[in-house]
């Protein structure tokens, strides 16, 4: 089988590091305690703008040096294990019931996500139920495909041919009829 033609990931890079400092620069006002103190001090100290602007930049670099990694170690993951469509059902599964405990959670009891440890423990229990909902969907495909005649069991006859359709009528129908 052919391997199809590998595509370079710089833009794919680039567009996320310009997607992390986009959202560093929208995270900015919700931490804005130590920017309007910090530009605060620059004024007073009367540092021009373009120098103000130069420091902001170096003040954001540790904003960013986190996702930065984060970045780096899934680029870098993603190209040693090469993810099966196995891998992205389990994601999806994983991120949909994730979706769903907190949904539930912010419905039924939002001052639960005020806690770190509970909130930890909301992720935990999406992931017991995720990996519960795996293991038993594994368990019923495996006896389903291990009974005599399912499909896709071993020695099992191949599921039967598509009938072909019948032929179109090649007469024209008479008016009247």
Not at 52 to 81: K, N, Q, S, W
């Amino acid at each position: 089988m052919p391997r199809p033609a590998r595509t370079g990931s710089a833009p794919a890079l680039l567009a996320t590091a310009a997607l992390g400092v986009a959202v560093s620069l929208l995270e900015t006002p919700c931490t804005a305690g130590f920017p309007v103190l910090w530009t605060g001090l620059l004024q007073q100290a009367g540092v021009p703008a373009g120098e103000a602007a130069a420091l902001f930049g170096a003040y954001m670099v540790p904003f960013l040096l986190d996702e930065i990694l984060v970045v780096a170690v899934a680029v870098g993951t993603m190209r040693a294990l090469r993810l099966q469509e196995h891998h992205g059902q389990l994601l999806k599964l994983f991120a949909g019931v994730t979706m769903l405990a907190l949904a539930g959670v912010i419905v039924v009891a939002p001052e639960i996500m005020e806690s770190p440890l509970q909130a930890l423990a909301v992720f935990a229990a999406a992931g017991a139920v995720s990996a519960v909902v795996h293991l038993v969907t594994t368990q019923v495909r495996r006896r389903r495909a291990a009974r005599p005649g399912a499909p896709g069991a071993p020695g099992a006859p191949a599921a039967p041919a598509e009938p072909p359709a019948p032929p179109a009528a090649s007469t024209p129908v008479a008016a009247g009829r």
